[in-house]
Structures are given as structure tokens and as C-alpha cells.
């Protein structure tokens, strides 16, 4: 059974920072690229930034140079810090493999920028 527990997620002002993370169990995460997603208020889930399981990072082109991805294989935790957060970043944030697994999907948790 692999379970994904998103957390850290709240209400912030524009310009603010917040840390997400995510905790993995079963056996795939320290052989999984992982990677953070989010969706919008009405719109599809969208690709955030992914990490290899060395630690090598990609982003998209919205959040790159604000937000950064990290793992702790040992802890088999993957974080989001986010900073310089703008009210377009406002979503529920998931994490799951990259490619994502649909069965993975877990509850997300909610990020709020406000003006």
C-alpha cells in the first residue's frame, strides 16, 4: 500500500513564504522521481516541479526561481518551499510520482495567497 499525506499548506499574504510537505510511505519513494502539483479553483491539476531521486530539480515556468523542491529519502518526505508567493499560486498542492500514479492521488492540501 503507498499512502502520499500532503501538509503545511494555509492562508499567506502576497510576497509571503510557506513549506510543504509530503509524507510517503510504502517502498517507492527513494526509487521515485516525485514530483508537486496543484490545482486551481475551477481549472485542471497542473505540473509544479518535480525531483529525481538523486535530487536533481525541474520547474515549471511559473514558479521558477520562487519555489523549490527537496527530498529526504531517509525521512521519505518531499518538501515545497514556495516564496515570494503570488495570489495566482493560490491551489490545493499535491505531490505524487512523475509521471503521476492515479491511484496515488491523496487529499492535497490548501495554499491561500491573499492581497
Known amino acids: 500500500q503507498v499512502e502520499l499525506v500532503e501538509s503545511g499548506g494555509g492562508l499567506v499574504q502576497a510576497g509571503g513564504s510557506l513549506r510543504l510537505s509530503c509524507a510517503a510511505s510504502g517502498s517507492i519513494f527513494s526509487i521515485k522521481t516525485m514530483g508537486w502539483y496543484r490545482q486551481p479553483p475551477g481549472k485542471q491539476r497542473e505540473w509544479v516541479a518535480f525531483?529525481?531521486?538523486?535530487?536533481?530539480?525541474t520547474y515549471a515556468d511559473s514558479v521558477k526561481g520562487r519555489f523549490t523542491i527537496s527530498r529526504d529519502n531517509a525521512k521519505n518526505t518531499v518538501y515545497l518551499q514556495m516564496n515570494s508567493l503570488k495570489l495566482e499560486d493560490t491551489a490545493v498542492y499535491y505531490c505524487?510520482?512523475?509521471?503521476?500514479?492515479?491511484?496515488?492521488w491523496g487529499q492535497g492540501t490548501q495554499v491561500t495567497v491573499s492581497s
Open positions: 525531483i529525481t531521486s538523486s535530487g536533481s530539480a
Open positions: 505524487n510520482t512523475n509521471p503521476y500514479t492515479v491511484r496515488y
